[in-house]
């Protein structure tokens, strides 16, 4: 089975969503206070391990490292809202890609069964 | 489990969430450092058994993962580790003050005799130390290979460390050491040269930025080219008459000094850097390569400025000139 990675065009399209997607989220003001202190070019590094392993590409995410990323971000306030912003974005980034629902749909299922692991639940 | 990390026979315990560097410096072993970010690279140490976490090897070159060295301030133990220092030889390179002489009010361009090739590109950094040990970086502004001398522009602070050692003791003559190069703050040449480039520097900022300008111009960049630079007053400016004379000569590169506290009319800008780079990113983003020098909220605010009007995060080169931050040392 092609993955919607696969589908998109690979590493070259992660660089492009990732573009697309950070932007999106660092003009959102509901979520963009979570950013305030961070390094632009390391967070950019995360969100594209972040959206290959959401597109089904090749990853090494863990939901370790999903609880160990986020525990600082969780005691700040991040809550089921903020996932949900999230998972929007995302679905507003492969809109822009050209992608087709049923994949939107797919990647907003893998990305909410990272849910609990993110808000450390 | 608690880790430990060996050394020369020492064994000590990592309290939780510690670095290395901060385990060691606790515990009155020191260890150079400077920015604690992962940037300066002024606290190598190599590591002879156990696991190095990745994020403690980010940005390394591949010739220092294979011999195991890795940033102490980045590193958070995962398990038990050996460490040895990194002897002298290895990859210190040994450097001559050739001229010394002051570009402003504070800045001063220091010269450095090379021994032995280095290899780096204008626009990278290197780590100096001098004998006291203190080590701290600095950015390339020549091409050191073919000038045979290696040019830094340093910002002297009253009450700095290294600043203090410049003003006082480094003679044309002294010696002193360099290490590395790292960053990636350098002209790529690809796409024949065409893409427009924007660069835009507070203070010493100054430095990487005419090492770069120099570098695409003599590689036959023919894309346009302009250079910001930024200071609070006139005095701050630096080799204005130098990037006047470029831009005479060479009809894509334009040089734009802003000044904060300026009077209107004069040959520079008046008013606040940012918004004057802002204003300059018309027309076609996706090309734009943008560099970006100097203060750390300055860069940290313009790069997030140009990317969310744009600018691709690809095509964004940055170095912030992180201050010293010191780690606790054994009370
Ligand atoms: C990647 C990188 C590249 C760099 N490139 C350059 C360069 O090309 N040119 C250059 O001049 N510097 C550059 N720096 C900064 C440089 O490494 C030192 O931080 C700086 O020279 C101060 O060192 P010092 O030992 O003189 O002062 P320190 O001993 O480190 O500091 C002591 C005191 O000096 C004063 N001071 C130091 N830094 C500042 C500051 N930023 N603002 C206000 N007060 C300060 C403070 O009073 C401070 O307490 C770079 C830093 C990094 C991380
Ligand atoms: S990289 Fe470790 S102190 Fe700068």
């Known amino acids: 089975m092609t993955t919607l990675y696969d589908k998109l065009g690979g590493a070259a399209a992660i660089d492009q969503a990732v573009d697309i997607f950070y932007r999106k989220m660092l003009a959102d003001d509901r979520v963009s206070g979570f950013f305030d202190d961070t390094d632009m070019d390391r967070q950019i590094a995360k969100q594209k391990a972040f959206l290959t392993m959401v597109f089904g590409g090749p990853n090494k995410y863990t939901g370790k490292d999903m609880r160990s990323g986020h525990a600082h971000l969780v005691a700040r306030g991040l809550n089921d809202k903020h996932v949900d912003i999230v998972i929007e974005h995302l679905g507003g980034t492969l809109k822009e890609l050209g992608a087709a629902d049923a994949d939107i749909a797919a990647v907003a299922a893998i990305a909410n069964g990272a849910r609990d692991d993110v808000l450390n639940r | ?331």
């Not at chain 2, 038990?80 to 030889?89: A, H, N, Q, R, Y």
């Not at chain 2, 006291?132 to 600095?138: E, F, H, L, Q, T």
């Open chain 2, 1 to 331: 489990m608690t880790a430990h990390i060996s050394l020369s026979g020492s064994k000590f315990a990592i309290e939780d969430g510690e670095t290395v560097l901060e385990c060691l410096t606790r515990n009155g072993v020191h260890v150079p450092h400077a920015c604690c970010a992962g940037v300066c690279q002024s606290c190598l140490m190599r590591a002879t058994d156990g696991e190095i976490p990745a994020a403690a090897q980010a940005g390394l070159k591949p010739t220092y993962v294979n011999q195991g060295l890795f940033l102490t301030c980045q590193c958070k133990p995962v398990g038990d580790m050996t460490l040895c220092p990194v002897g002298g030889g290895e990859l210190d390179v040994p450097v001559q003050v050739a001229d010394r002489v002051m570009l402003n009010h504070n800045v001063l361009c220091l010269r450095l005799g090379l021994e032995k090739d280095f290899v780096c590109e204008p626009g990278q950094y290197i780590t100096l130390k001098n004998r006291a040990g203190v080590a701290r970086s600095y950015s390339v502004a020549n091409d050191p290979e073919s000038d045979g001398y290696m040019e830094l522009h340093i910002r002297l602070f009253p009450g700095g460390l290294m600043s203090d050692f410049l003003r006082t003791e480094a003679e044309v003559g002294a010696q002193m050491i360099i290490r590395g190069p790292a960053g990636n703050c350098f002209y790529v040449s690809d796409d024949a040269g065409q893409f427009p480039i924007v660069l835009a520097g507070t203070g010493t900022g100054l430095a990487p930025l005419y090492g770069i300008v120099r570098r695409a111009l003599a590689k036959g960049h023919t894309g346009p080219i302009r250079l910001f630079h930024g200071a609070l007053r006139e005095a701050d400016l630096y080799l204005v008459e130098q990037l006047k004379r470029v831009q005479g000569v060479h009809g894509n590169f334009s040089y734009i000094p802003c000044v904060l506290e300026g009077e209107a009319g004069r040959y520079y800008s008046c008013g606040h850097i940012e918004d004057m780079v802002m204003a300059s990113l018309a027309g076609d983003k996706q090309a734009i390569r943008l560099f970006l020098c100097g203060a750390p909220e300055f860069v940290k605010s313009l790069k997030q400025k140009a990317f969310l009007a744009g600018v691709r995060s690809s095509h964004i080169h940055s170095d912030a000139f992180l201050p010293t931050k010191n780690v606790a040392t054994a009370a």
